[in-house]
């Protein structure tokens, strides 16, 4: 069965410090990977999905970055937090039939 | 461009009352996919159903059923006999074809009283 999993689950950091969140999915190939924020009360937006490794598409710009060095590994970056970058991080995959998104468990990120 | 618009953002109930909860949509596409999704107070976002756009019949999984009106652009969703386990925020989320990614709405945050 295929299963999902992100780190770190909670993360405080300073402002102007470097982000690395990991995304790795276990028991598919090629998936579809997207990066999603949930900021505190509010409801979830699409920074950034990959159809393949190398390939990223984002959807807000911003000071976050993505990447897809393996088939199923998905990172998150920054070089410099904003406090503006608090919130409820989640990874999710799809597969090529067009069905259901998976969530990992998600990476809580406060930034003071 | 795709929407999905919840205008409940908050919703109260006494515990084995009804809800509904309401999701209205806008899409260009002919063909596309629509969802909910739980998400209790861990976080963890749960998977509850997903709909083809050809597929308007109404849904029935325990207590839980969907409505999917093509006309009106709206996927409600519908608990019986509510229980404080239901107390969650729901998200609604369309699709499009080609592995196109989800657009979510805000959510509504349900709690269901004891």
């Known amino acids: 069965s295929q299963t999902i999993h992100q780190w770190p689950a909670t993360l405080v950091q300073p402002v102007g410090s470097p982000l690395s969140l990991e995304c790795t999915v276990e028991g598919t190939s090629n998936p579809n990977l997207y990066w999603y924020r949930q900021a505190a009360g509010r409801g979830l937006q699409l920074l950034f999905y990959?159809?393949?490794?190398?390939?990223i598409s984002s959807e807000v710009p911003q000071n976050l970055s993505a990447s897809r060095p393996q088939d199923r590994q998905f990172i998150l970056s920054s070089k410099k937090l904003l406090l503006s970058d608090s919130g409820f991080y989640l990874c999710?995959?799809?597969?090529?039939?067009?069905?259901?998104?998976?969530f990992g468990e998600g990476s809580r990120l406060t930034v003071l | 461009a795709q929407k999905v618009t919840q205008a409940q953002t908050e919703i109260s109930v006494v515990e084995k009352e009804d809800v509904t909860l309401d999701c209205v949509y806008e899409?260009?596409?002919?063909?596309?996919?629509l969802f909910w999704y739980k998400q209790p107070p861990s976080g963890e976002l749960v998977f509850l159903i997903r709909?083809?756009?050809?597929?308007?019949q109404n849904e029935i999984s325990g207590r839980y059923s969907w409505n999917f009106q093509k006309s009106t652009s709206s996927f409600n969703f519908t608990i019986t006999a509510s229980q404080v386990v239901d107390s969650a925020v729901y998200f609604c989320a369309l699709s499009g074809l080609q592995n196109t990614p989800l657009v979510f709405g805000k959510g509504t945050r349900l709690s269901v009283i004891a």
């Open positions: 990959s159809v393949g490794i190398g390939q």
């Open positions: 899409t260009r596409d002919t063909t596309y996919y």
């Open positions: 709909r083809n756009s050809f597929d308007e």
């Open positions: 999710a995959w799809r597969d090529y039939r067009d069905g259901e998104l998976f």
